[in-house]
C-alpha cells in the first residue's frame, strides 16, 4: 500500500530565509507526486508534480522539488519565503488507473515570521 | 468560473439528521471524488467515481451514500448525522489517469452539535 510521511508537523522561518519541507513516500513503482498547499479556509491548490523525467520539478510561487528514488523522498523547497506561503502544505502520491485517489500525508504548518 | 464548487461551505446541523452536500465541476473531468479532512488536517480518499461509475469506497459507514447524475456533478448524502462526521469534506476531479493532478473545491465545513 501507499503512504506518505511528513515528518515536520510545525516549522516556522523568517522572511526571506529559505525552506524545506521534507516528504518521503512508500510505492511499490515509480510514484505520481504532488504537492499542494491549503491556506486557512481554502481548498487545495497543486503547487508542482512529478510523474517521470527530470528529478527537480519547478512549481507555482517559485517552489520546487526534487526526486530522489533511493531515499524515497520529494522535498519541496523555496530559496526566499514571503509572508504570504504561511499554509499547510501536503505532500501526496497518486498510484496507477484503477486506483486514482491520492494519499496524503499529515501535512506541514508552515508559520513565517516577519 | 470556479472550475470544482461545492454547496454549502458552512452546514451546521444536529445529531441525527440528514444533509446533503453537492458538487459540480466544470473542468470537463471523468473522475470525482470526495475526502475527508478531520480535525488534526488528515486528508482521506472516501469515494471517487469515474464517468458516473463508483470506482472507490473506502472504509466509511453506508450511513454515506455518495451519487453521481452525471459526470459534473458528485453530491454526497448523509443519514443519521454523528458528532465525529463533523469535519470538511472536500470535493475534487480529474481527467485520465493517476499522474493527472486533482483539482479541488474549498470544502463544506459541518458541524455536528
Known amino acids: 500500500a501507499q503512504s506518505v510521511t511528513q515528518p515536520d508537523i510545525h516549522i516556522t522561518v523568517s522572511e526571506g530565509a529559505s525552506l524545506e519541507l521534507r516528504c518521503n513516500y512508500s510505492?511499490?513503482?515509480?510514484?505520481?507526486l504532488f504537492w499542494y498547499v491549503q491556506s486557512p479556509g481554502q481548498g487545495l491548490q497543486l503547487l508542482l508534480k512529478y510523474f517521470s523525467g527530470d528529478t527537480l520539478v519547478q512549481g507555482i510561487k517559485g517552489f520546487e522539488a526534487e526526486f530522489k528514488r533511493s531515499q524515497s523522498s520529494f522535498n519541496l523547497r523555496k530559496p526566499s519565503v514571503h509572508w504570504s506561503d504561511a499554509a499547510e502544505y501536503f505532500c501526496?502520491?497518486?498510484?496507477?488507473?484503477?486506483?486514482?485517489?491520492?494519499?496524503f500525508g499529515s501535512g506541514t504548518r508552515l508559520q513565517v515570521q516577519p | 468560473d470556479t472550475a470544482v464548487s461545492q454547496t454549502p461551505k458552512y452546514l451546521v446541523t444536529q445529531m441525527g439528521n440528514d444533509k446533503s452536500i453537492k458538487c459540480e465541476q466544470n473542468l470537463g473531468h471523468d473522475t470525482m471524488y470526495w475526502y475527508k479532512q478531520d480535525s488534526k488536517k488528515f486528508l482521506k480518499i472516501m469515494f471517487s467515481y469515474n464517468n458516473k461509475e463508483l470506482i472507490i469506497n473506502e472504509t466509511v459507514p453506508n450511513r454515506f451514500s455518495p451519487k453521481s447524475p452525471d459526470k459534473a456533478h458528485l453530491n454526497l448524502h448523509i443519514n443519521s448525522l454523528e458528532l465525529g462526521d463533523s469535519a470538511v469534506y472536500f470535493c475534487?476531479?480529474?481527467?485520465?489517469?493517476?499522474?493527472?493532478?486533482?483539482?479541488f473545491g474549498d470544502g463544506t465545513r459541518l458541524s455536528i452539535l
Open positions: 510505492y511499490g513503482a515509480t510514484p505520481y
Open positions: 501526496a502520491v497518486g498510484g496507477y488507473t484503477g486506483r486514482r485517489a491520492l494519499t
Open positions: 475534487a476531479s480529474s481527467q485520465g489517469t493517476g499522474q493527472q493532478p486533482q483539482h
